[in-house]
């Protein structure tokens, strides 16, 4: 049987032979749905008023698959019903990954192709109420390249396909022999599957003056009948790859007016416009960035300040100072530091805790080992903890700053009673 979807992707109604059936496959003698492959998924439609579900290529067969088992018998003329509006959105997609890897020639050092799909979805009732029963989704193409595409080359990316939509290439497909396209240096093939050259002949996709890949998909005739192509983002499936999903039709309206729209409040927000949104935020970042160095420091002095008040207040056990206390802003390891600067000619042991009784940072100059002190804490109050006989650290206690602080004045007591 033949398929010749791809050489007339125009063509959506036909009536064909019924070559054999199979429950609910069946195999035409000629059809124009297209078959899943090479990452434009399988047409939607009917045939003889039957839902086809799935379309594939079955061991050199175009085989149908259908809802049901049909009421036609094989022999007979059936007609085929092509869901027109799922094969344009294709068509339209396809061709936007040809325009976008033709861009990517213009951009990226040591190209190849690494790879394509079309997924598409039933329009939402917003969608649907603004552009009618059109079909969305999104589209992938995998690049191998040794250049790294951030945001700029990106957008870049962007720009040039939707230049090359405005212009109007004119689309064209034809067979030529398998030896002379692998001569060719311009032609793109996809390196993964090796699309379109296991036969004698291969059949070739041109954009004028833009584009050249071996491809067996439908396309439409012309660029300007992609529409707009947004860019949707970028990760990296493998080693040498990376993944640029795009939208064309109204996934791709709706993505730009999405991102318009926020954009502009945005600018409302910093009181400026969209031209002038990047000054306006980076003089906005400039300013957090003051301000969180001024809290730092301020943050530093109120640290400072309590230490000094502990500091006055430390308890004295058995010719021993402590220096015990809660202190607000400061994390396990911000306590430790603390602590291990507190120490010296005159503080013995520093233990200082967050206010909210989460953290516990503890210091010696020798003689009392700083972790016991924790481990005697964590016992207590939960949480775990560790560190050097000097300096140690515990976290995830549960209780009161307060009743963590009279707990630690116990544990002086009783550590230089050797308790």
Not at 3 to 23: K, L
Not at 50 to 66: F, M, S, T, Y
Not at 167 to 186: F, G
Request: glycine share 12%.
């Amino acid at each position: 049987m033949t398929g010749t979807a791809a050489a007339e992707p125009t063509v959506t109604t036909f009536t064909s032979t019924v070559d054999r059936i199979d429950t609910t496959d069946v195999v035409l003698t000629e059809t124009y749905f297209y078959p899943e492959g090479g990452g434009q998924p399988a047409d939607r439609g009917t045939l003889g008023g039957v839902e086809v579900v799935d379309v594939q290529h079955r061991n050199g067969d175009i085989v149908h698959e259908l809802a049901d088992p049909p009421a036609f018998d094989s022999g007979e003329t059936v007609e085929g019903q092509i869901d027109t509006a799922f094969r344009t959105y294709c068509m339209r997609a396809h061709t936007a990954s040809h325009v976008l890897y033709g861009a990517g020639r213009r951009l990226l050092s040591d190209l190849g192709y690494g790879g394509f799909d079309i997924s598409a979805t039933v329009p939402d009732d917003d969608e649907a109420a603004a552009f009618g029963p059109a079909i969305s989704g999104k589209v992938r193409v995998d690049f191998e390249t040794t250049t790294e595409i951030d945001d700029e080359t990106l957008t870049e990316l962007e720009r040039l396909t939707n230049r090359a939509v405005w212009e109007s290439y004119d689309v064209t497909w034809e067979e030529i022999p398998r030896e002379e396209a692998l001569d060719r240096d311009d032609i793109a093939f996809n390196t993964k599957t090796e699309e379109g050259i296991e036969g004698e002949t291969v059949r070739v996709v041109t954009i004028e003056d833009w584009d050249v890949a071996a491809c067996g998909g439908t396309h439409v005739g012309n660029t300007r009948e992609i529409g707009p192509v947004t860019v949707l983002g970028r990760s990296n499936p493998g080693e040498g790859l990376t993944r640029v999903e795009f939208a064309v039709g109204p996934r791709a309206i709706r993505q730009r007016a999405t991102e318009h729209e926020r954009a502009m409040a945005a600018a409302k927000s910093l009181d400026t416009n969209v031209a002038e949104l990047p000054a306006a935020v980076d003089a906005l970042q400039s300013e957090c960035d003051d301000l969180r160095e001024t809290v730092a420091t301020l943050r530093e002095r109120l640290v400072d300040s309590r230490l000094a008040d502990l500091r006055d207040d430390a308890i004295e056990v058995d010719g021993r100072r402590w220096l015990i206390g809660t202190v607000t802003g400061l994390d396990a390891n911000g306590l430790a530091d603390r602590a291990e600067s507190a120490v010296d000619d005159d503080i013995d042991v520093a233990a200082l805790v967050d206010a909210d009784g989460q953290y516990l940072g503890v210091a010696t100059t020798g003689g009392i080992d700083a972790g016991e002190v924790v481990d005697r804490v964590t016992t207590e109050f939960g949480g775990g903890g560790g560190g050097r006989p000097t300096v140690a650290q515990g976290g995830g206690l549960d209780a009161d700053g307060d009743d963590i602080v009279a707990f630690l004045r116990d544990v002086s007591a009783a550590a230089d009673r050797g308790d």
